[in-house]
C-alpha cells in the first residue's frame, strides 16, 4: 500500500478549484503547488535543518510548514500563546537554524539575524540529534516544567490527517475555517492537511480577526462576525469556545446555516454542553487526540455519535486499556521527545484513564490528576470542574481532595457581582447528578482567575494543579477545619 505521504502528495497534485484564501488573497490548488515547490527549493538551496515558523495564521504560515514538509525539512512550531520564556526554550532546545518571522529582541537573544534571503539565520553551538525521519517538533506546553518537544514523522501526521477526511466524508465539507493557531497540532493537521485532501477551501485569518488577543484573551464578538462573513461548512473548537459559541446562540445570536461538522477536543467536554448544542441544531463531534499520537486517535462522526463519549478509534490505529483502566494505543506516533530515549513498544502510554462502551471511549481524566480521598475513593477532577463551568456563575474550577474525608473547590466567578448565594446554588444542582465521595463538599470563591500571568494555569487554560494546590493550601485547610 501506498504510503500515507505520498497519497497525499498525489492527491494534492488531482486537486482543483480555490485551496487557501486570505482576505482578498487566494491561491488555487495549482498556485499551492507551484509556491510550495518553490519554497521548498529555495530550503533546500539554503541548506537549513530546522525552521522554527514564527507567523500569525495566514498563508504564509501554511505555505512554509507545506514547503518544509516537501523539501523534507524540519518544521518547529512556534505558538504566539506561549510566554517569551518558553518560545526561547522552544528555539534554543530544538537547535533552530532558521526562523521564519519578523526579527524581534527574542530572534536577536538566540542569535538569529537577518540574511539576504530575507530569512533569519544563525549557526546553533551544537546539534541535538532527532530520531529519524523526524519532520515536526512540535511542543506541548504542559501544565509543569518547560515545553517538551515531540517528534513526528510525516507518516504519522498524515495518517491522522487522512482518516479526518474519511471520518468527515458524508459531511461534504468544502471550506473550512481554521480558528485554532495553526502552531497548534490539532489544527495544523485537521485544519490544514485534512481539508486539503478532501480538496477544500481553506480559510485562513490573523488570529485578531478571529477574536483572540494576548496569550489567553478572547473576543467572541469578533468570532461571531467572522463566522457570519465566513459561512464555512467546518471549524474546530476548544471545550471554552464551543460552550461561548452555544451560550450566545442560545441567547439569540444567529449562527451560520453552512455548519456542517464542528469537531471539539482538547480537554472534557461535558455531555450536558453536547445536549445544548444538539438542542440548537449544531452538528458538534467529539473528538480525543494527544500531540504523541500525532493529534486525533477517537472521533464522533456522523457514521457512529454518542454523546458523553469521545467516539470510535479513527482507522489508522488501535486502542485497549491496560489493567489500571489506562488508554494504549498502537498505531503511527510519535518518534520520541527530544532529548529523550526514543519512544519504544508497540503500544504508547496515554496518561489518560478510561473505559469503552460499545466501542465508544469514553474517559475519566489524567491518570496523574486523579486523587484518592481518605475513604479510598478514585476521583478526576476534570470531571467534576467541566461539571461546574457548566453552570452560569461559574467561569473556573479546580477542586481538591487527595487525602481528604471532604472535596473542596475553588470557583472562579464568570462576573464580578455574582452572590455566594448564586455560587452554592450551582454547586448543588452539580452535586445532585454526582456519586457523594466525588460531590463538592465545601468551596471558596478565587481571589482572582486562573490565568498564565499568575501562575495558576498554562497559556491555553489547563489548570496548573500544583501551583493551585500551593497557593490555596492554606485557605482549604482553614476552610475544612
Not at 510566554?83 to 522552544?90: F, K, L, N
Not at 490527517?161 to 502552531?183: I, M, T
Not at 485578531?208 to 496569550?215: D, N, Q, R, V
Not at 456522523?302 to 467516539?311: D, H, K
Request: glycine share 8%.
Amino acid at each position: 500500500m501506498q504510503p500515507a505521504a505520498e497519497r497525499f502528495w498525489t492527491t494534492l497534485d488531482q486537486n482543483a478549484g480555490i485551496a487557501l484564501s486570505e482576505g482578498p488573497r487566494q491561491l488555487s490548488y495549482a498556485e499551492l503547488r507551484h509556491e510550495v515547490a518553490a519554497r521548498a527549493s529555495h530550503l533546500q538551496q539554503l541548506g537549513v535543518q530546522r525552521v522554527a515558523l514564527a507567523l500569525d495564521n495566514g498563508l504564509e504560515w501554511a505555505l512554509w510548514d507545506l514547503a518544509l514538509l516537501r523539501a523534507g525539512l524540519v518544521c518547529v512550531p512556534l505558538p504566539g500563546f506561549f510566554s517569551a520564556a518558553q518560545q526561547e526554550h522552544v528555539l534554543q532546545h530544538a537547535d533552530t537554524d532558521c526562523l521564519i518571522g519578523t526579527a524581534s529582541p527574542l530572534s536577536k537573544r538566540c542569535g538569529f539575524q537577518q540574511t539576504a534571503t530575507g530569512l533569519l539565520q544563525r549557526q546553533p553551538d551544537a546539534v541535538t540529534p532527532v530520531p529519524d525521519g523526524t519532520l515536526k517538533i512540535t511542543y506541548t506546553s504542559g501544565t509543569t516544567g518547560q515545553p517538551k518537544g515531540v517528534c513526528l514523522n510525516a507518516e504519522a501526521q498524515l495518517a491522522v490527517a487522512e482518516s479526518l477526511w474519511q471520518a468527515s466524508l458524508p459531511c461534504d465539507v468544502r471550506q473550512h475555517l481554521c480558528v485554532l493557531p495553526l502552531a497548534t497540532l490539532l489544527e495544523n493537521i485537521a485544519g490544514l492537511y485534512a481539508p486539503l485532501l478532501a480538496g477544500a477551501r481553506i480559510e485562513l485569518r490573523p488570529l485578531a480577526e478571529i477574536g483572540f488577543s494576548g496569550a489567553a484573551g478572547f473576543e467572541l464578538p469578533r468570532l461571531l462576525a467572522t463566522l457570519q462573513t465566513s459561512q464555512p461548512h467546518s471549524l474546530i473548537l476548544l471545550p471554552q469556545l464551543l460552550l461561548a459559541l452555544v451560550s450566545a446562540a442560545e441567547q439569540g445570536v444567529p449562527l451560520p446555516a453552512s455548519l456542517r461538522f464542528i469537531a471539539v477536543g482538547g480537554g472534557r467536554v461535558a455531555p450536558q454542553l453536547l445536549e445544548r448544542a444538539e438542542r440548537l441544531g449544531l452538528p458538534v463531534f467529539e473528538g480525543y487526540g494527544l500531540s504523541e499520537c500525532a493529534s486525533v486517535v477517537c472521533l464522533n462522526t456522523p457514521y457512529a455519535r454518542r454523546i458523553g463519549t469521545v467516539g470510535r478509534p479513527l482507522a489508522h490505529v488501535e486502542l485497549r486499556l491496560a489493567d489500571d483502566g489506562e488508554v494504549l494505543v498502537r498505531g503511527p506516533h510519535m518518534l520520541g521527545y527530544l532529548s529523550e530515549p526514543p519512544q519504544v513498544g508497540e503500544w504508547l502510554p496515554t496518561g489518560d484513564l478510561g473505559h469503552f462502551e460499545d466501542g465508544f471511549l469514553i474517559l475519566h481524566g489524567r491518570k496523574k490528576h486523579q486523587f484518592v480521598t481518605a475513604y479510598g475513593r478514585n476521583v478526576n477532577p476534570e470531571w467534576v470542574e467541566a461539571e461546574l463551568v457548566q453552570q452560569a456563575p461559574i467561569a473556573q474550577a479546580w477542586l481538591h481532595g487527595e487525602a481528604l474525608a471532604q472535596n473542596a473547590a475553588v470557583l472562579v466567578p464568570r462576573r464580578g457581582d455574582c452572590s455566594d448565594a448564586e455560587l452554592q446554588t450551582a454547586v448543588e444542582r452539580v452535586n445532585a447528578g454526582l456519586p457523594d465521595y466525588a460531590r463538592v463538599h465545601h468551596w471558596l470563591r478565587a481571589a482572582e482567575p486562573f490565568t498564565a500571568g499568575n501562575g495558576l494555569a498554562t497559556a491555553n487554560g489547563r489548570l496548573r494543579r500544583n501551583a493551585l494546590f500551593n497557593h490555596y493550601q492554606s485557605a482549604i485547610n482553614t476552610l475544612l477545619s
